[in-house]
């Protein structure tokens, strides 16, 4: 496992690390023994940085995660989020005595006394015309409630708004190859101002596994059951709002570029970590197979220009015209 700086924070991250969600809930039944036994995988092999959120499973990930922290001698850092419990999202949502709630109960969920990094949400777009919402996290780091704050965002521009707050340590983003454009306009910024970058729904949920069929059953309680055509969050989180069809036609073109003894998986993350404004990449995982091939990337060759710029292609040709301008 290799490891990278994460923005300013002092903290170098594994980059393969692990997004928490799958364990939580919304992607179909996960037992609390398999939940267990993939992040005990993830920590054996080198990964110290875990993503979650308080709404995952309603809390179920933040405390399987406690658990692991508890079981564990290892340092894991572990950045979760706040902002969804809203009913409805708004700006006014995110008050002092909003944020105060969600943030108590991180710490109960996480049984620790500071969280290492709270993220919002993704928050409204208007959300950054707000510097009071920015100056109120300030405040929760003053007390000692959090270590750091950073946002994870639906668009690039919310992204590049974002980093214009100084104490905006980290942005976690949609980034693989079917969502190319924050390489294009965000990473020379966010490079610029040392603002760690978490990219987020690297396998785009599952498809660039290269596992999926076009007949494929997910549990009705599994997003890419219920939220395929956004029927219930931004359509962008499910196969990074790329259509099913196209995902599977493109996926194979990818698979022809493979190079000898690579899984689909891990030339997937290891396209992702060829760009050095990537702090990590965090893949989800429901059992610890998945979680060991994924982070064999970390250790995978750095793919070859040529490589590179066939993934280009593949993209501009079946992907960019759906999604490059809408996220
Ligand atoms: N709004 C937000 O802030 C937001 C939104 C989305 C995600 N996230 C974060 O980003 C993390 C990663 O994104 P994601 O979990 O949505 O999607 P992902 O990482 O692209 O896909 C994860 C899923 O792919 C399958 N998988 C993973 N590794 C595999 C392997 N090696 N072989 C075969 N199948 C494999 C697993 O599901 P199956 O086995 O069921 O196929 C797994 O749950 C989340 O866990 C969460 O922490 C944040």
Not at 27 to 48: I, R
Not at 59 to 82: D, H, M, N, W, Y
Not at 199 to 212: I, Q
Request: charged share 25%.
């Amino acid at each position: 496992m290799n490891y990278r700086h994460l923005g300013r924070t002092g903290w170098k991250v594994s980059d393969i690390s692990f997004g928490a969600w799958a364990i939580g809930g919304a992607w179909g039944h996960v037992s609390e023994e398999d939940a267990l036994a993939t992040l005990h995988k993830a920590v054996d092999a080198g990964v110290n940085f875990i993503d979650t959120a308080d709404v995952y499973g309603d809390g179920r990930s933040e405390r399987l995660v406690a658990q692991l922290r508890k079981a564990r001698k290892e340092e894991i850092v572990v950045a979760t989020k706040a902002g969804r419990r809203l009913p409805r999202q708004t700006i006014e949502g995110y008050s002092r005595e909003n944020l105060t709630a969600w943030i108590d109960d991180s710490l109960r969920n996480l049984s620790t006394d500071a969280l290492d990094l709270l993220q919002l949400h993704c928050p409204p777009t208007e959300l950054y015309d707000r510097p009071e919402v920015f100056a109120m996290l300030d405040d929760f780091v003053r007390a000692g409630k959090i270590r750091y704050y950073g946002v994870s965002v639906q668009k690039v521009e919310e992204a590049l708004k974002a980093i214009e707050f100084p104490n905006v340590q980290t942005v976690q983003i949609i980034f693989n190859c079917f969502r190319q454009r924050p390489a294009d306009v965000f990473f020379a910024a966010a490079k610029q101002k040392k603002v760690g970058i978490l990219a987020r729904v690297p396998l785009a949920s599952g498809l660039l596994t290269g596992k999926l069929r076009a007949d494929s059953a997910f549990a009705a309680d599994d997003h890419r059951n219920f939220n395929r055509h956004g029927e219930a969050f931004d359509v962008g989180e499910t196969f990074s709002g790329v259509d099913y069809k196209l995902g599977l036609e493109a996926v194979e073109d990818i698979r022809r570029l493979l190079p000898a003894g690579a899984t689909m998986s891990q030339f997937a993350l290891r396209w992702i970590l060829m760009f050095d404004a990537v702090s990590c990449a965090i893949p989800g995982g429901k059992r610890p197979e998945q979680v060991a091939d994924n982070c064999n990337a970390s250790d995978q060759l750095p793919l070859p220009p040529e490589i590179m710029a066939q993934v280009e292609r593949i993209y501009s040709q079946k992907i960019r015209p759906l999604v490059h301008q809408r996220w």
